[in-house]
């Protein structure tokens, strides 16, 4: 857009941010960038909470090296910064014969980090629940798998999600660290439309779509907060 | 295996890289005094507000909270970044990052005062205001001091969020660590200096990760 005529800066600031002619023409691309990252957050969440919650179990029945590989591998993806681990994966492993797509290695990272975070939450509702449950459930003649099963976990669970809803959406949003590595999801699709219109509009757009998405679930996970208090006073 | 320890942890890779590596660390370490300091206050300042007596304040406040917990930090540090130039507002990277990150941890440390400040029991503001003290007063002298102790280990795992965090700063060039370390990487074609940054972050983050976890145990006896 040339300067032909004079505008307010109000006019300045909707042509800067919100132009309709560049909204028109990417809004399809950041529609594409949205599946994109919708796919990964949903691949990510299931397979994070899945295996969190095996390790978690598998930590419950108390076999001593397996038990410090957990805390090992929890308390290490959970220091390490997702970037860090990503730009290894995605530049370090092509030199050892590992080449991964990108999608591929923003999902392993971010799958690994939400276990981490997913088995510590699952782990500390585990050990809430009061010893003599267990101590019930074992005299009725339920076995180990099964107390865990049909007793502990269904309250343990109530107490772990809130916790576990915030940290899978701070974790899911972290898949526009993809950008980086070039996963075409919704930021990537922003800045390169950005860069392309030379307007500002498209990056207003992908935070809206972020909005769109991530923004149902912080008020779900608001409302699950106080629903169930994570502590009791 | 050879390959592997050649491009991992190759020693005279590291070895060259370290001068960029601690330089880095400097920058990450400046980062993080600002974004944490400025994140502290104004996340409590976020929490007054969700918990105002006033709707105007509140509402507002709470809106902006879910706002900024729902736009990933790297979105956030990019508008700042790269779109606030095409309205003539251009940062220094530093500027940018210190911007995006207030924003975004305020939102995140609010949340976390909040919960200490309703996990005080209504009880303690009317002794306290009984006693004559004032509104503030009670606030800054019975009401936050509890308030802070009780969510001491979610502060405390929030500031691990917040270093972590400070790695996205090479995205917009930012020298910090992980920025010296990828541009050693690059030179190099060795992801040693990678390797080595994670080990750094490691060293630094581990003990406060423990800790956390530790705290936790112990609240939930």
């Known amino acids: ?233 | 295996m050879n390959q592997i320890l050649d491009q991992f942890l190759n020693f005279q890779v590291m070895g060259a890289a370290f001068p960029t590596l601690m330089a880095g660390l400097l920058t990450t370490a400046e980062i993080c005094v600002v974004v944490i300091l400025l994140g502290l206050a104004g996340g409590l300042g976020v929490a007054l507000g969700s918990l105002h007596s006033s709707r105007w304040v509140r509402w507002p406040s709470i809106v902006l909270v879910d706002f900024f917990r729902a736009i990933p930090p790297l979105v956030l540090l990019i508008f700042v970044y790269s779109g606030l130039p095409f309205a003539g507002i251009r940062l220094s990277p530093f500027a940018a990052v210190v911007i995006a990150f207030l924003l975004n941890n305020s939102a995140y440390y609010g949340e976390v005062y909040r919960a200490g400040i309703l996990s005080i029991g209504k009880g303690q503001f009317e002794a306290a205001r009984s006693t004559g003290l004032t509104r503030a007063q009670t606030m800054l002298y019975v009401v936050l001091p509890q308030a802070v102790r009780n969510v001491l280990p979610d502060l405390l795992s929030n500031t691990v969020e917040v270093v972590k965090l400070t790695s996205l700063a090479s995205v917009v060039s930012l020298g910090e660590l992980l920025y010296a370390a990828d541009m050693a990487r690059s030179v190099t074609y060795n992801a040693s200096p990678v390797v080595m940054a994670a080990a750094v972050y490691l060293v630094i983050l581990w003990p406060l990760v423990r800790l956390v976890s530790r705290f936790e145990r112990r609240l939930s006896l």
């Open chain 1, 1 to 233: 857009m040339c300067g032909a005529k004079r505008m307010s800066p109000l006019e300045r600031f909707l042509d800067t941010f919100l132009n309709p002619r560049v909204i028109g023409k990417y809004w399809p691309d950041i529609l594409d960038g949205l599946i994109v990252t919708l796919e990964l957050a949903i691949a990510v969440v299931v397979t994070g909470i899945l295996v969190g919650l095996a390790l978690a179990c598998l930590r419950a029945v108390g076999i001593r090296a397996a038990n410090i590989a957990i805390v090992c591998f929890a308390d290490i993806l959970r220091s390490l910064p997702p970037l860090v681990l990503i730009l290894l994966i995605y530049f370090g492993f092509p030199n050892i014969g590992i080449v991964l797509s990108g999608p591929m290695v923003v999902y392993v990272v971010l799958s690994l980090v939400l276990a981490a975070f997913a088995e510590e939450i699952f782990w500390a509702g585990i050990t809430s629940v009061d010893k003599g449950q267990w101590e019930a459930a074992r005299s009725t003649g339920l076995g180990f798998a099964q107390t865990l099963g049909y007793v502990v976990l269904p309250q343990a669970v109530r107490l772990t999600l809130p916790p576990l809803a915030n940290r899978a959406i701070a974790i899911t949003k972290m898949t526009a660290l993809g950008t980086v590595i070039g996963v075409p999801e919704i930021l990537y699709q922003a800045t390169t439309a950005q860069s392309f219109s030379g307007n500002a509009s498209p990056l207003t757009l992908g935070a809206l779509a972020y909005l769109a998405l991530f923004l149902p679930f912080v008020v779900l996970a608001r409302w699950l907060e106080t629903r169930f208090a994570w502590r009791k006073a």
